[in-house]
């Protein structure tokens, strides 16, 4: 019995260990799975003169109505000068309102407009079928595996605070 149980952890330690060579095909993956899950978005912020940034801030925005600025420094790890720049466009733009704190007048509170609104859902949408299809075709198994490496991957100084706001706002895959 004690070989049986020593076999079944080697086999265990195996599934583990990955050479270079299947790590670097895994990263080259995720650079492609990344291209293709940007494309249907980039395109279309192409449209408005935006990028990434302006997609991950309307992104954020959408998920957490009256974000500050810092908390929204925090969460997408830009500059100042950086996030200052995209959120100056979106608000000129009527896609983001910024408004004095109630509590704190220092503070800027963020509201994506009906138009930013409509912006951002047509972005999402666009990921979240891709994601869907993916997630369909590989079953839940995968599905959790995925998002556990994905977790994983998170800095770990990190790892506990982006959870817990995905628990807040309900996000669960």
Same mark, same amino acid.
């Given at each position: ?5 020593? @076999? +079944? ?16 095909? &895994? *990263? ?7 291209? &293709?899950? $940007? +494309?249907? =978005?980039?395109?279309?912020?192409? #449209?408005?003169?935006? &990028? ?5 801030? /309307? ?5 957490? =109505?009256?974000? $500050?600025? @810092?908390?929204?420094? !925090?969460?997408?790890? %830009?500059?100042?000068?950086? /996030? @200052?720049? %995209?959120?100056?466009?979106? %608000?000129? !733009?009527?896609? *983001? ?6 509590? !704190? ?7 994506? $407009?009906?138009?930013?609104?409509? /912006?951002?859902? +047509?972005?999402? #949408? ?7 299809? +993916?997630?369909?075709?590989? &079953? =839940? ?6 998002? $556990? ?6 800095? =770990? ?7 817990? /706001? ?5 996000? @669960?895959?």
């Amino acid at each position: 019995m004690t070989r049986s149980f020593a @076999n +079944a952890a080697a086999r265990s330690e195996q599934l583990l260990f990955l050479t270079d060579e299947q790590l670097r095909s &895994g *990263i080259e993956l995720m650079f492609f799975a990344y291209r &293709g899950f $940007t +494309a249907d =978005p980039d395109r279309m912020l192409e #449209e408005y003169d935006y &990028g990434r940034a302006h997609h991950r801030a /309307l992104h954020f925005v959408n998920r957490q =109505p009256g974000l $500050t600025v @810092n908390a929204l420094l !925090d969460i997408l790890g %830009v500059t100042k000068q950086s /996030l @200052n720049r %995209v959120l100056r466009q979106l %608000v000129n !733009d009527g896609l *983001i309102e910024s408004r004095v704190g109630e509590v !704190d007048r220092r503070q800027r509170n963020l509201y994506l $407009t009906e138009s930013g609104r409509a /912006l951002e859902k +047509a972005l999402s #949408e666009a990921q979240r079928a891709r994601m869907r299809k +993916a997630y369909m075709a590989a &079953g =839940p198994e995968a599905v959790h595996g995925f998002r $556990t490496v994905l977790e994983q991957m998170i800095d =770990p100084e990190m790892r506990s605070r982006v959870l817990s /706001l995905m628990q807040e706002d309900g996000s @669960n895959g």
